[in-house]
Nanobody, 123 residues
Framework: QVHLVESGGGLVQAGGSLRLSCVGS????????MGWFRQAPGKEREFVAA????????FYKDSVKGRFTISRDNAKNTVYLMMNSLKPEDTAVYYC????????????????WGQGTQVIVSS
C-alpha cells in the first residue's frame, strides 16, 4: 500500500521559516515527479511547487517564487519544501503529491496524496 506522510508544519510568525518533509512508502517515487499543494479554509486546493524526478527542474506558484524551495532526496524517497519569509496568506494545509499525468498545476493530475500538514502563519 502506498503512503505519503507529510511533517514539519506548525505555527510560525510572519517572516519566519518552516521546512516540510514528505516521505513515501510502499513504492519508490525516485523516478516520478513530486509536488506540493495547499488548501486554505473555504478555498480550492492549489499548486505550490513541483520537481522532476532528477531534481533538475523545479516549478513554483508565482506568489511563492523566491521564498519557497522544493527539493528531493531519492535515496530517502523524500521531498522537501523549504518555506522562508512566510506570510499570513501562506496559512493552509499543505499536501504532497506524487506521480503526475498531464497538467502538474492541477490537483486532478496527481495520483497519490499525503494526509496534509497544517501551516499557520501569524501576523
Amino acid at each position: 500500500q502506498v503512503h505519503l506522510v507529510e511533517s514539519g508544519g506548525g505555527l510560525v510568525q510572519a517572516g519566519g521559516s518552516l521546512r516540510l518533509s514528505c516521505v513515501g512508502s510502499g513504492r519508490t517515487f525516485s523516478s516520478e515527479p513530486m509536488g506540493w499543494f495547499r488548501q486554505a479554509p473555504g478555498k480550492e486546493r492549489e499548486f505550490v511547487a513541483a520537481i522532476t524526478w532528477t531534481g533538475s527542474s523545479t516549478f513554483y506558484k508565482d506568489s511563492v517564487k523566491g521564498r519557497f524551495t522544493i527539493s528531493r532526496d531519492n535515496a530517502k524517497n523524500t521531498v522537501y519544501l523549504m518555506m522562508n519569509s512566510l506570510k499570513p496568506e501562506d496559512t493552509a494545509v499543505y499536501y504532497c503529491a506524487a506521480e503526475v499525468e498531464g497538467d502538474y498545476t492541477s490537483s486532478k493530475a496527481w495520483d497519490y496524496w499525503g494526509q496534509g500538514t497544517q501551516v499557520i502563519v501569524s501576523s
